[in-house]
T-cell receptor, first 109, second 114 residues
Framework: GQNIDQPTEMTATEGAIVQINCTYQ??????LFWYQQHAGEAPTFLSYNVLDGLEEKGRFSSFLSRSKGYSYLLLKELQMKDSASYLC??????????WGAGTKLIIKP | IAGITQAPTSQILAAGRRMTLRCTQD?????MYWYRQDLGLGLRLIHYSNTAGTTGKGEVPDGYSVSRANTDDFPLTLASAVPSQTSVYFC?????????????FGPGTRLTVL
C-alpha cells in the first residue's frame, strides 16, 4: 500500500530552527509537496520537490532524497505565526496526491 | 470572488437528509477536487474532475456524488447523510493535473451528521 509518515507533533522555540521529516512509500513518484495549514483554515502551498536536493524559499527550505523515500521541511528563524500543521503529500504514478496526516508544530516564546 | 469559495461554512445535519456542498472557483482552473479531512488522517480524495463535463472517483467516493456542468462550479452531494460523514470538507482546484500543478484550497465546510 501507499504510505506517508510524518511526526504527529513537534515543539520548538521562537527564533530557533526546526526540521520536519516525511518518509514515503508510494507506487511511483511525480513530486513531493509541502503545505501549511493553520488551525481551522485551508492548506496553503509551501514547496514542491521533484529532483533530489534542497529547495530554498526564504525562511523555509525543503529537501528530497528519492532513493531514500525521504523529505524534510526546514523552518528557520521561527516566528509565532509558524504555529500550524505541516502536510507532506506525494504525487504517485497516476498523478494522485497521497497525503500524510500532518505534523502539528507548536512554537513557544 | 477571489480564489475558491465554499458554502456553507458549517452545517449540522440529521442522518438520512440530503445535502449539497457548494464550491466555486474564479481562476478558470481545469481540475477540481473534493477532499475530506479527519483528525489523525491525511486528506482523502472523494471525487475529482479533470475538466468540465468529466468526473472521477477518488479514494473514498461511497455515499457522495459530484457534477461538473461548467468550469467554475463543482458541487458535492451527500444523498443520505450518515454520521461517518462528519468531517471537514475541502474543495480544491489546479490549473492542470500534472506533477507540478499546485492545488489551491477553499476555506472548507465543517459538516456534522447527527
Amino acid at each position: 500500500g501507499q504510505n506517508i509518515d510524518q511526526p504527529t507533533e513537534m515543539t520548538a522555540t521562537e527564533g530557533a530552527i526546526v526540521q520536519i521529516n516525511c518518509t514515503y512509500q508510494t507506487s511511483g513518484f511525480n513530486g513531493l509537496f509541502w503545505y501549511q495549514q493553520h488551525a481551522g483554515e485551508a492548506p496553503t502551498f509551501l514547496s514542491y520537490n521533484v529532483l533530489d536536493g534542497l529547495e530554498e524559499k526564504g525562511r523555509f527550505s525543503s529537501f528530497l532524497s528519492r532513493s531514500k523515500g525521504y523529505s524534510y521541511l526546514l523552518l528557520k528563524e521561527l516566528q509565532m505565526k509558524d504555529s500550524a500543521s505541516y502536510l507532506c503529500a506525494v504525487m504517485d504514478s497516476n498523478y494522485q496526491l497521497i497525503w500524510g496526516a500532518g505534523t502539528k508544530l507548536i512554537i513557544k516564546p | 470572488i477571489a480564489g475558491i469559495t465554499q458554502a456553507p461554512t458549517s452545517q449540522i445535519l440529521a442522518a438520512g437528509r440530503r445535502m449539497t456542498l457548494r464550491c466555486t472557483q474564479d481562476m478558470r482552473h481545469n481540475a477540481m477536487y473534493w477532499y475530506r479531512q479527519d483528525l489523525g488522517l491525511g486528506l482523502r480524495l472523494i471525487h475529482y474532475s479533470n475538466t468540465a463535463g468529466t468526473t472521477g472517483k477518488g479514494e473514498v467516493p461511497d455515499g457522495y456524488s459530484v457534477s461538473r456542468a461548467n468550469t467554475d462550479d463543482f458541487p458535492l452531494t451527500l444523498a443520505s447523510a450518515v454520521p461517518s460523514q462528519t468531517s471537514v470538507y475541502f474543495c480544491a482546484s489546479s490549473e492542470g493535473t500534472g506533477g507540478t500543478d499546485t492545488k489551491y484550497f477553499g476555506p472548507g465546510t465543517r459538516l456534522t451528521v447527527l
